[in-house]
């Protein structure tokens, strides 16, 4: 391939760089793709796996939620807790806030 990038050049040095580029550019994307697939199969035999040994029923746990209000405004009110600690933890500040010092207030909203 370098060869072919060279010969292409023509002892440009500019246009040699350009193939090189574009050979490592369309190389990358084969292998993204490659990965990338590879990585959705291994992840769905994983998810697949963990759901079937924990007996896990998606079905029922979403009719579940569907059907009891409370039960759906509690695990709201904890994902959100969870991501604000998450974001506490990493020094980031939620759309539509001033700045940490807002962080209390907030929290006690959600809390009510």
Known sequence: MLLTAIDGAEG????????????????MDR???????????????IGL??????????ITIADYLYRNDAVRSALVARAEAALRIFQRERGMVPDGIAGPKTWAA????VQV
Do not use: C, H, P
């Open 49 to 58: 796996f963990i759901a079937v040994s924990m007996n896990v029923n998606t």
């Open 12 to 27: 440009d040095l500019n246009k040699l760089q350009k193939n090189i580029d574009e050979w490592y550019d369309n190389a």
């Open 106 to 109: 907030q929290d006690a909203v």
């Open 31 to 45: 292998v993204s793709g490659w990965y990338r697939r590879s990585t959705q199969w291994i992840i769905f035999w």
